[in-house]
């Protein structure tokens, strides 16, 4: 039984989170240089089974694809190509940075800690994971 593995991806910074084997709880794991990311999820696959990708989609309020899609594309092509037999879907991360900071607030953190953009990447992705897990769950009832 295989992780689902959710990715933010950025130009700078990609934040990881995982699943636990039995899809139940998500986990952020860490934040990797965009320029990293492949030889990160290459040493990650080789020692951990990876059922399925779960890419953040970044969106407008219209629904409508941002800007950032035309850096994001190119990343999905690379995916494809270099991990063909992990399926890849992408879910909408609208306000996911937004619900970071609110749970680093809520949560107590310092003004600091709040402004780690590594932390909130890898919260934004488990957020990410998280949110697609309830939606397979609720979809499965």
Do not use: W
């Not at 690379?78 to 940075?97: C, G, H, Q």
């Not at 600091?112 to 979809?139: C, F, G, H, P, V």
């Amino acid at each position: 039984m295989g992780r689902i593995l959710a990715i933010d991806y950025g130009k700078k910074k990609v934040g990881v989170a995982v699943s636990d084997p039995c899809k139940i709880i998500a986990t952020g794991l860490q934040t990797v240089s965009s320029h990293e990311i492949f030889q990160f999820l290459e040493n990650y696959t080789t020692h951990e089974s990876v059922d399925l990708f779960v890419v953040g989609h970044p969106k407008q309020m219209d629904n409508t694809d941002s800007e950032s899609m035309t850096y994001i594309k190119p990343f999905l092509k690379a995916l494809k190509r270099k991990f063909p037999d992990i399926p890849i879907v992408m879910y909408d991360e609208r306000f996911t940075s937004v619900l970071a900071h609110k749970a680093l607030i809520e949560g107590g953190a310092k003004k600091k800690t709040r402004q780690n953009k590594a932390l909130i990447d890898t919260m934004s992705a488990t957020i990410i994971l998280t949110s697609y897990m309830e939606q397979q769950r609720n979809l499965n009832l």
